[in-house]
């Protein structure tokens, strides 16, 4: 849940960056700029108790820790760690990152809610600006953005991506195919990234 950082750095403060990287980041729904049809059609991609959380998240945000561990509604699969999720690659990552430690501790050191339901308030909420209304924060080519995502991700719709690239053509698109929204963990996958943003390789 990365993305609406880079992005708020692109928007208030780009002329301290030297370049900027999203991976899988998350989309809002409610981003001026999508055309409705295409952002209604991601949006009923997810599932029932999905659909009520992003709502919940975006119009009633204060609600969102309630909702997530209340019992009486099925709340968001992801926070049940739904597995039919996962693309067979995201399936293998899984697989072999079982065996290793995973750090779980680290990942909630601040809290479920700060960790998960923030996230989701954040991600969500009603923003400031939309994304597809940012200028090149880098027009004299001082520096590069990289927007990658996996084309089997079933988090984070991969049309939505395609259109925000489409729409900001100086982003540099890489679309992974039959990755899902874990490739990040893949092996070599961290180096490709990085040399990508420092060194411009493709």
């Not at 308030?121 to 400031?128: A, D, Y």
């Not at 600006?129 to 001082?142: A, D, I, Q, T, V």
Request: aromatic content about 14%; hydrophobic content about 45%.
């Amino acid at each position: 849940m990365g993305g609406q950082v880079v992005w708020g750095c692109l928007k208030y403060i780009p002329h301290r960056l030297a370049g900027a990287a999203l991976i899988a980041p998350v989309v809002n729904y409610w981003w001026k700029g999508f055309p409705v049809k295409l952002s209604t059609e991601a949006y009923y991609q997810q599932l029932p108790q999905d659909q009520w959380t992003l709502r919940v998240a975006h119009y009633i945000p204060w609600l969102i820790y309630w909702w997530n561990t209340q019992k009486w509604f099925p709340a968001s699969s992801v926070a049940a760690q739904r597995p039919d999720i996962f693309s067979r690659q995201d399936i293998e990552i899984l697989s072999k990152l079982a065996g290793k430690a995973a750090n779980k501790e680290q990942v909630k050191q601040q809290g479920e809610f700060e960790s998960i339901h923030r996230d989701l308030m954040i991600g969500f909420g009603s923003w400031e600006f939309s994304p597809m209304e940012l200028e090149n924060p880098f027009p004299n080519k001082g520096g590069s953005v990289h927007l990658w995502h996996g084309d089997e991700d079933g988090l984070v719709p991969v049309t939505l991506q395609r259109y925000i690239a489409q729409r900001l053509p100086w982003i540099q698109y890489h679309e992974l195919a039959g990755a899902g929204h874990l490739f990040p963990l893949a092996a070599e996958m961290s180096q490709a990234i990085t040399e990508a943003l420092l060194l411009g390789q493709k």
